[in-house]
């Protein structure tokens, strides 16, 4: 899916293909929920707008006050109705996205825990040879840096022979 250097382990790659593709899907799952509540705003302003355009008519060819009126009580009801059922669907969009990204996030889980418990597992692993790697060194300096002076004292030694041979 995407190119990895080199020196980077299978682990850290699997590991990291394992979160992309969660995050993939909460992206995807997300945006399906975005798409609910805006096709439900669409929906309900459409349905205003022509319940707005038929009270405008009713207004518009009434020829008194009290029709006026009995006009606009007779639309309060469908538009509160339709109020209210959009409210519904919101509420039912929203619990619809929790569970799916609930799921979602059920679904990866495993994987990803697989994932990083390897990962975790290669670094314990790779911090354990540093360690025992970095030890060995420091043990070798420390002999190499006794060592100069024991041989100094010894070749100092032959040296003081080596002339008394001369």
Request: net charge neutral; hydrophobic share 35%; no cysteine.
């Amino acid at each position: 899916m995407y190119p990895f250097p080199s020196n980077v382990t299978p682990s850290v790659h699997e590991h990291l293909q394992a979160q992309v593709s969660m995050f993939n899907d909460i992206s995807k799952a997300f945006f399906r929920s975005i798409k609910n509540v805006v096709d439900a705003n669409i929906t309900l302003a459409g349905t205003l707008l022509e319940e707005g355009n038929e009270v405008g008519k009713d207004l518009l060819t009434a020829n008194s006050t009290t029709e006026r009126i009995s006009s606009l009580s007779k639309r309060s009801q469908p538009i509160s109705q339709k109020l209210s059922a959009y409210q519904n669907q919101i509420s039912q969009v929203a619990a619809d996205s929790q569970k799916e990204l609930a799921q979602t996030v059920s679904d990866h889980a495993q994987e990803t825990s697989r994932t990083s418990q390897a990962l975790a597992e290669e670094v314990k692993r790779s911090v354990v040879e540093q360690t025992e790697q970095n030890k060995q060194k420091f043990e070798e300096a420390t002999r190499n840096f006794a060592d100069p002076f024991k041989n100094a004292g010894k070749s100092g030694g032959n040296a003081q022979q080596s002339r008394a041979a001369h």
